[in-house]
């Protein structure tokens, strides 16, 4: 089991991700797991993000999607905002310090919202731009995904609601 914190699309947001997506070559994200995530925190116990997530409080914002790139070096399709949103960098440095602060390693690299929605194919030789959607942020999650032989399977374990 590994955790992490993300946040979700709402559905319709997610299947037209999926459906933009299903054009590209490579292994293809399925609309049920298309998510932006904040914290990756690997093969640990929860209980202690938990308690610091509960501290974190954000505001309630939404991402635009604005822009898709595709990058060479890990052969990974993606979507995201061209510039994080201030509400969105302010819940993930907030999130960020509490969990260092419980005793959580995460990844040292800038934080850069995207949402990965193919892996391992080929350099597109153009890349449409991705679909007007709606993502709204009201909550984050703290996720748990189990790896079977059948691949990832995810399941939220708590919920966060952001202020309005």
């Known amino acids: 089991m590994r955790f992490f914190f993300a946040v979700w699309p709402p559905a319709e947001t997610a299947a037209r991700l999926e459906a933009w997506a299903?054009?590209?070559e490579g292994?293809?994200?399925p609309a049920a797991k298309i998510h932006l995530t904040l914290a990756f925190?690997?093969?640990?116990?929860?209980?202690?993000?938990?308690?610091?997530?509960?501290?974190?409080?954000?505001?309630?914002?939404a991402i635009p999607i604005e822009k898709a790139h595709y990058w060479r070096h890990n052969r990974v399709l993606w979507v995201g905002p061209r510039e994080t949103p201030p509400e969105l960098k302010a819940l993930v440095e907030a999130l960020h310090g509490k969990l260092e602060r419980a005793g959580y390693v995460l990844e040292r690299r800038p934080f850069a919202a995207h949402v990965t929605l193919?892996?391992?194919?080929?350099?597109?030789?153009?890349?449409?731009?991705?679909?007007?959607?709606?993502?709204?942020v009201n909550e984050f999650t703290l996720v748990q995904s189990v790896i079977s032989s059948k691949g990832s399977v995810?399941?939220?374990?708590?919920r966060f609601q952001l202020q309005p």
């Open 22 to 24: 299903a054009a590209m």
């Open 27 to 29: 292994r293809r994200t």
């Open 41 to 61: 925190l690997g093969a640990v116990s929860p209980d202690q993000a938990l308690a610091a997530a509960r501290g974190v409080k954000g505001r309630c914002h």
């Open 118 to 136: 193919a892996r391992d194919g080929r350099a597109p030789a153009n890349l449409p731009p991705p679909p007007a959607v709606e993502w709204p």
């Open 154 to 158: 995810y399941e939220i374990v708590e």
